[in-house]
């Protein structure tokens, strides 16, 4: 079983459309959760990092839900330029050693 | 400098070359680390450096050598690689082993022949 398990997409929406992804997760010692987000062909950069609370960043709401063993990204509004590739990250027990996703394909069209 | 730099962008070899990959960053950050990315994967870590000490390797091929000189640098040298090696090859860095969000670097693009 995977570590980490995302819908790779792709998701294609028009522009002000709301769109969310979910991501499971098998180590239930996970401790930290993320968001990244991978534009074609450029490195990762970190979206924001998921709080058991959840929390939002503008238009982007992430949530996490330790008893399912999941998190979300949820983008309200979309923008053409949130077209990419969204990766849902977490770090186990061990320091230093973080689990990617295999990222979800958003297209945003005008 | 709140980046992580990477050269070459670039890089073609041939499966009998060696060369080195570099990553630099001055932001004091004490914990470096290499991944492996193909097209449409997620990225595979690789090997993780802490305070220039090897803390992490993930059961790499040797024909693959990671080296940290001092804390602002890291270098992978290669040497009989194989096709299949071919891929894009990211640095990060962090402050600490223990702080979760990684800096990456935008990466050099290898094409092994």
């Known amino acids: 079983r995977k570590e980490v398990e995302q819908d790779p997409g792709p998701f294609n929406v028009p522009e002000g459309a709301t769109v969310a992804f979910n991501c499971t997760y098998s180590n239930s010692a996970s401790q930290s959760f993320f968001w990244y987000r991978q534009d074609c062909r450029k490195e990762p950069k970190l979206l924001m990092s998921?709080?058991?609370s959840g929390n939002e960043d503008g238009r982007f709401t992430a949530q996490l839900n330790r008893a399912s063993q999941y998190i979300s990204l949820l983008i309200r509004d979309s923008k053409l330029s949130d077209s990419a590739t969204y990766l849902c990250v977490f770090r186990g027990s061990t320091l230093g050693r973080l689990y990617f996703g295999r990222g979800t394909q958003l297209t945003v069209w005008p | 400098d709140t980046e992580v730099t990477q050269t070459p962008k670039h890089l073609v070899m041939g499966m009998t070359n060696k060369k080195s990959l570099k990553c630099e960053q001055h932001m004091g950050h004490r914990a470096m680390y290499w991944y492996k990315q193909k097209a449409k994967k997620p990225p595979e870590l690789m090997f993780v450096y802490s305070y220039e000490k090897l803390s992490i390797n993930e059961s790499v091929p040797s024909r693959f050598s990671p080296e940290c000189p001092n804390s602002s640098l890291l270098n992978l040298h290669l040497h009989a690689l194989q096709p299949e090696d071919s891929a894009l090859y990211l640095c990060?860095?962090?402050?600490?082993?223990?702080?979760?969000?990684?800096?990456f670097g935008p990466g050099t693009r290898l094409t092994v022949l």
């Open positions: 998921v709080y058991s």
């Open positions: 990060a860095s962090t402050p600490f082993i223990s702080t979760d969000t990684q800096y």
